[in-house]
C-alpha cells in the first residue's frame, strides 16, 4: 500500500504548455513538500505547506503553483513550460513540520520538456 | 554561502569492508542532521536522525557521527553488502527545512 503516491511518473511536454502533478498521502501526515532533483542530483525544496497552509516557499518562479485541497493531496501546477523545468520532481509528507521528523517521499516524476 | 559538500561522487568497496561516507557543511548552524538512501529511479528514504548534542546514533550496521566543531558528518556503513549499494544524502535542518548535499553513489562489489 503506497505511502506517498505521485501521477504522473513521467512526463515529456513542450516549452510554453501547461502541465499539473498530482502527490497524495495515506499516512496522516500534516506536512507535505515539493522538491525538484536537477541533474546534478541535488534535491532542492520548493514549497512546503502544513494543513493546508503554505510555510515555506522557496525563491521559485511564480509559474509553479502548489495547491493543496485538502492535507493529504499537494499538487503541483507549472504553467508554461520551460527547458530548465525538466528535472524530477519529488513530494514528501512528514507527520508535522519540524527539524525532526523524517520525510517520506514519493516515487518522482521525471519531467522532460522539449 | 551555505554549502554541503559530500566527499566523493562515488564509493567503491569489497562485500564486507566498511564504506564511510562524509558530509561537510558550511554557513549551516543546524541542530539536527539526517541520513537518506536513495536509490535509481525512487525516492529518498529516511535512515537517521542524530541532534547536535549526540556524538554518535547507530541503527543496526549503520553508524552515524556529528562534529558540530569540525562541521562534519560521517556515515559508515559496516560489513558492507551489495544490496547497500545505492545513493546516500546528508541533510541539514535549517530553519525547518531540510538541505540536501548532492549524495555519495556506494557500490559494493561482491
Known amino acids: 500500500d503506497t505511502a506517498v503516491s505521485q501521477t504522473p511518473k513521467y512526463l515529456v511536454t513542450q516549452m510554453g504548455n501547461d502541465k499539473s502533478i498530482k502527490c497524495e498521502q495515506n499516512?496522516?501526515?500534516?506536512?507535505m513538500y515539493w522538491y525538484k532533483q536537477d541533474s546534478k542530483k541535488f534535491l532542492k525544496i520548493m514549497f512546503s505547506y502544513n494543513n493546508k497552509e503554505l510555510i515555506i516557499n522557496e525563491t521559485v518562479p511564480n509559474r509553479f503553483s502548489p495547491k493543496s485541497p485538502d492535507k493529504a493531496h499537494l499538487n503541483l501546477h507549472i504553467n508554461s513550460l520551460e527547458l530548465g523545468d525538466s528535472a524530477v520532481y519529488f513530494c514528501?509528507?512528514?507527520?508535522?513540520?519540524?527539524?525532526?521528523?523524517?520525510?517520506?517521499f514519493g516515487p518522482g516524476t521525471r519531467l522532460t520538456v522539449l | 554561502s551555505q554549502k554541503i559538500e559530500q566527499n566523493s561522487e562515488a564509493l567503491n568497496i569489497q562485500e564486507g569492508k566498511t564504506a564511510t561516507l562524509t558530509c561537510n557543511y558550511t554557513?549551516?548552524?543546524?541542530?539536527?542532521l539526517q541520513w537518506y538512501r536513495q536509490d535509481p529511479g525512487r525516492g529518498p528514504v529516511f535512515l537517521l536522525l542524530?541532534?547536535?548534542?549526540?556524538k554518535e546514533k547507530r541503527k543496526e550496521r549503520l553508524k552515524v557521527t556529528f562534529d558540530t566543531t569540525l562541521k562534519q558528518s560521517l556515515f559508515h556503513i559496516t560489513a558492507s553488502q551489495p544490496a547497500d549499494s545505492a545513493t546516500y544524502l546528508c541533510a541539514l535542518t535549517n530553519d525547518y527545512k531540510l538541505s540536501f548535499g548532492a549524495g555519495t553513489t556506494v557500490t559494493v562489489r561482491a
Open positions: 554557513n549551516y548552524s543546524p541542530a539536527y
Open positions: 499516512l496522516g501526515h500534516d506536512t
Open positions: 542524530i541532534r547536535e548534542n549526540e
Open positions: 514528501a509528507s512528514s507527520q508535522v513540520s519540524g527539524p525532526t521528523n523524517e520525510q517520506f
